[in-house]
């Protein structure tokens, strides 16, 4: 019986891609060398590949990139998943190098990102960087960074945090950057891609890529137009100066102010506290259709909504909340 062309590609890329790392390790051979068939118009969304509205590289690019970054190593990312809360933490932990993420730091934040789109009970994700490190994060670790010593090196690295980054962006829960100290070039990237950015008094956000001979790369340039407006973001990106906690939550980068001696995951987790009080359905649900309406045309992102809002119509959970609502309303 002949095999269909869907299954035999099923069946085959995980074998694809077990062979090229048995072969860069074998060999000596890193992805780097390998990465100048992983042009821009290859990193597309693939069924075979990936997870329904996820962004992913077909699986024989996402191999070599992983291979090389992982090689690249130092810190890493901690996570813990509440479902008691429905709040996930994300640390961001390089203490001698003020939470910079190191190569396998990103393999290790791609594969947190992975449970997390999985976690059916969550409704919340907040990143912090390790207090003993004194910083959000500083971005890449270019101790190890120096490492990728070709565009196509540094082509690579950037993509695998773009689709990174994009997929912490697109993820059915809330997500908030909860900075203390600085969150500097990349780090400060890594907060746009949150919906919210909570800083304490004395932190600041820097996009330092200027004063490194470099600009946004991780999709943070673009994410800062859409938050602060194109001259704001051509002010920062241009200047590369601090914008403190005050300054930000007057542009619209910061969304709140925790006093520095206060507990940071806890104060975050309160100011959440107000937007994820639904049950976890409906918490996905309502980010599923602010996503589609910031990311779609307006008529697909209509049509999503109008999907959303039927697969909750008439259930059961529906039915409860709302006769929940009329008794309190009727005792009013």
């Not at 996009?207 to 704001?232: C, D, N, Y």
Request: aromatic fraction near 6%; proline fraction near 4%.
């Amino acid at each position: 019986m002949m095999m269909s062309p869907g299954k035999f590609l099923c069946r085959t890329l995980p074998l694809v891609r077990n062979v090229i790392q048995r072969s860069c390790y074998k060999e000596g051979i890193t992805a780097i060398n390998l990465t100048e068939v992983t042009s821009s118009q290859q990193f597309q969304h693939s069924e075979l590949n990936a997870p329904k509205d996820s962004f992913r590289p077909p699986l024989y690019i996402e191999s070599t990139q992983r291979v090389t970054l992982q090689g690249l190593g130092g810190g890493s990312i901690e996570s813990d998943l509440n479902n008691e809360t429905g709040i996930a933490t994300i640390t961001i932990s390089n203490t001698k190098n003020a939470n910079a993420l190191s190569g396998s730091m990103m393999v290790e934040l791609a594969d947190v990102i992975s449970e997390l789109e999985n976690w059916k009970k969550g409704k919340a994700v907040i990143l912090v960087g390790n207090p003993n490190g004194n910083n959000f994060s500083a971005g890449a670790d270019l101790t190890s960074m120096k490492e990728l010593k070709t565009p196509q090196a540094g082509t690579m690295m950037c993509l695998f945090m773009q689709n990174t980054l994009l997929r912490l962006q697109q993820l059915p829960l809330i997500s908030v950057a909860a900075i203390d100290g600085k969150a500097m070039g990349g780090g400060a990237e890594i907060t746009t891609s949150c919906d919210f950015r909570i800083m304490t008094e004395g932190s600041v956000i820097q996009f330092v890529h200027r004063k490194l001979g470099l600009s946004p790369g991780w999709g943070g340039g673009a994410r800062l137009v859409h938050i602060v407006g194109h001259r704001e973001a051509l002010k920062m990106l241009c200047s590369s100066d601090p914008v403190d906690a005050e300054t930000a939550l007057k542009v619209g980068l910061s969304d709140g102010t925790l006093p520095e001696t206060k507990d940071l995951i806890k104060g975050t987790s309160d100011w959440l506290a107000p937007f994820i009080s639904a049950p976890y359905q409906l918490v996905q649900a309502i980010k599923k259709v602010v996503l589609a309406g910031s990311e779609l045309p307006l008529d697909k992102a209509m049509k999503k909504e109008k999907d959303i809002f039927t697969s909750l119509w008439a259930a059961d959970l529906q039915l409860e909340i709302m006769e929940r609502y009329m008794k309190q309303k009727r005792f009013k």
